[in-house]
């Protein structure tokens, strides 16, 4: 009888650990294949790879590695606000564009690499449309990358100090930028009624309107998004 009890205490504490196991092989999975094949429809020939972290934190320490290992970390925290393989692709994507300036320049790309951490701002805005063009390629909705974005990074108070551009200006350039290279998606738009995109749409009338009086004009000038 007690045998039997200690079996049911063993099983009871080994299949969660085994389920957790298998819910992290199947993560690690789909990353490696929705990674791979953005890099190999974009046919870039550098190597990056990929690696899920349940335990690991958002922080500057662990991102750095991005550019200086160029190991992409899929977070947790992040992952879970995935809820289609587009919105991984996004993620990806948007990683992948940094890692790839990092290869770039002098000294096997330290120069670049740097300038990426210190600079962000300035190539935040490069490396959010490289994202789009990677996803387009690899078959993949670029609008899940305004999806993604939405959802996981938050709207500061200003960025004139910061060093990151308000999340509401870099959703209204990709938002451009997919209008005037790729208004397919928008024209036959599947997120019309995904209510995160829909949110989108909602916060961003303001900065929707000055492009349209862009297009409308057909002006070239730069929109000063808020």
Same mark, same amino acid.
């Given at each position: 009888? &007690?045998? %039997?009890?200690?079996?049911?205490?063993?099983?009871?504490?080994? $299949?969660?650990?085994?389920?957790?196991?298998?819910?992290?092989?199947?993560?690690?999975? *789909?990353?490696?294949?929705?990674?791979?094949?953005?890099?190999?429809?974009? *046919?870039?020939? !550098?190597?990056?790879?990929?690696?899920?972290?349940?335990?690991?934190?958002?922080?500057?320490?662990?991102?750095? @590695?991005?550019?200086?290992?160029?190991?992409?970390?899929? %977070?947790?925290?992040?992952? *879970?606000?995935?809820?289609?393989?587009?919105?991984?692709?996004?993620?990806?994507?948007?990683?992948?564009?940094?890692?790839? !300036?990092?290869?770039?320049?002098?000294?096997?790309?330290?120069?670049?690499?740097?300038?990426?951490?210190?600079?962000? &701002? !300035? %190539?935040?805005?490069?490396?959010?449309?490289?994202?789009?063009?990677?996803?387009?390629?690899?078959?993949?909705?670029?609008?899940?990358?305004?999806? #993604?974005? +939405?959802?996981?990074?938050? $709207? =500061?108070?200003?960025?004139?100090?910061? =060093?990151? +551009?308000?999340?509401? &200006?870099?959703?209204?350039?990709?938002?451009?930028?997919?209008?005037? @290279?790729?208004?397919?998606?928008?024209?036959? +738009?599947? #997120?019309?009624? +995904?209510?995160?995109?829909?949110?989108?749409?909602?916060?961003?009338?303001?900065?929707?309107?000055?492009?349209?009086? *862009?297009?409308?004009? &057909?002006?070239?000038?730069?929109?000063?998004?808020?």
């Amino acid at each position: 009888m &007690k045998k %039997f009890f200690l079996l049911l205490i063993m099983s009871a504490i080994i $299949q969660p650990v085994l389920a957790g196991l298998h819910e992290e092989r199947m993560i690690q999975q *789909k990353v490696d294949n929705i990674g791979t094949r953005i890099l190999n429809c974009n *046919k870039i020939q !550098k190597r990056i790879v990929f690696a899920y972290n349940q335990k690991a934190k958002d922080t500057w320490r662990n991102r750095n @590695k991005t550019l200086t290992s160029r190991q992409i970390i899929v %977070f947790d925290e992040l992952y *879970k606000s995935t809820q289609t393989d587009d919105e991984v692709a996004a993620m990806l994507a948007r990683e992948i564009a940094t890692v790839m !300036k990092s290869y770039s320049g002098m000294w096997g790309g330290w120069i670049d690499s740097a300038q990426v951490a210190l600079s962000s &701002k !300035k %190539f935040e805005t490069v490396a959010d449309k490289r994202a789009v063009d990677y996803m387009v390629n690899a078959g993949y909705n670029p609008l899940a990358l305004i999806v #993604y974005i +939405n959802k996981t990074c938050p $709207q =500061r108070h200003q960025d004139v100090i910061a =060093r990151h +551009n308000l999340t509401s &200006k870099r959703l209204a350039r990709i938002y451009e930028y997919i209008t005037y @290279k790729y208004p397919e998606y928008l024209h036959d +738009n599947e #997120y019309t009624n +995904n209510e995160h995109y829909q949110n989108f749409l909602l916060t961003s009338v303001d900065n929707r309107r000055k492009l349209e009086e *862009k297009i409308r004009t &057909k002006s070239t000038d730069e929109v000063d998004y808020e």
